[in-house]
T-cell receptor, first 113, second 111 residues
Framework: DTAVSQTPKYLVTQMGNDKSIKCEQN?????MYWYKQDSKKFLKIMFS???????INETVPNRFSPKSPDKAHLNLHINSLELGDSAVYFC????????????FGPGTRLTVT | EDQVTQSPEALRLQEGESSSLNCSYT??????LFWYRQDPGKGPEFLFT???AGEEKEKERLKATLTKKESFLHITAPKPEDSATYLC????????????FGKGTTLSVSS
């Protein structure tokens, strides 16, 4: 069973469109994240949710809006897509308690044309 | 500002040729240093967590060590299947619970 899953795996769309990426984790974790990996493979935090509550919101355009319907799901909605949004987006989750390691999904490669 | 620097950017080894990857970090109040492996087209796969200077962790041919300023990932007698990008990340109080990643070291092991 996949611990952290994302859909879709690939997303190709045109500038100006609105799209969503879904993430689900079956690990029972409390905290979920969205990271962006650019063309140089650099991973950077975008958002963090803990128990459906926004904890971290890095400097991300407000065209990006995370939504957490429950602890196991964290979706990412992007409005008015731009060429610069092309990247790989990773969802991750982390359990409560003393260990801080995060577990990542397989990624969604977004290409904006 | 919290920062992670990995070196080298790329490393080519022959099968069986041991080496080390370096991760230098600057963070106030380190809560943990993490090593991940990332294969092309896949998400980062968790390898190790180190919490305090002097700590060491091992898994198969990999051994991670930690000092107050840097961490090393030692690869002993690597095999071609060890080829991947190795990412180092830290967690400090300033960033809440988010990880701050380095840019990674891409390891290629040839037979």
């Amino acid at each position: 069973d996949t611990a952290v899953s994302q859909t879709p795996k690939y997303l190709v769309t045109q500038m100006g469109n609105d799209k969503s990426i879904k993430c689900e984790q079956n690990l029972g974790h409390d905290t979920m994240y969205w990271y962006k990996q650019d063309s140089k493979k650099f991973l950077k935090i975008m958002f963090s949710y803990n128990n459906k509550e926004l904890i971290i919101n890095e400097t991300v355009p407000n065209r990006f809006s995370p939504k957490s319907p429950d602890k196991a799901h964290l979706n990412l909605h992007i409005n008015s897509l731009e060429l610069g949004d092309s990247a790989v987006y990773f969802c991750a989750s982390r359990g409560a308690g003393g260990s801080y390691e995060q577990y990542f999904g397989p990624g969604t490669r977004l290409t904006v044309t | 500002e919290d920062q992670v620097t990995q070196s080298p950017e790329a490393l080519r080894l022959q099968e069986g040729e041991s080496s080390s990857l370096n991760c230098s970090y600057t963070v106030s109040g380190l809560r943990g240093l993490f090593w991940y492996r990332q294969d092309p087209g896949k998400g980062p796969e968790f390898l190790f967590t180190l919490y305090s200077a002097g700590e060491e962790k091992e898994k198969e041919r990999l051994k991670a060590t930690l000092t107050k300023k840097e961490s090393f990932l030692h690869i002993t007698a690597p095999k071609p299947e060890d080829s991947a990008t190795y990412l180092c990340a830290v967690q400090g109080p300033k960033a809440g619970t988010a990880l701050i990643f380095g840019k990674g070291t891409t390891l290629s092991v040839s037979s």
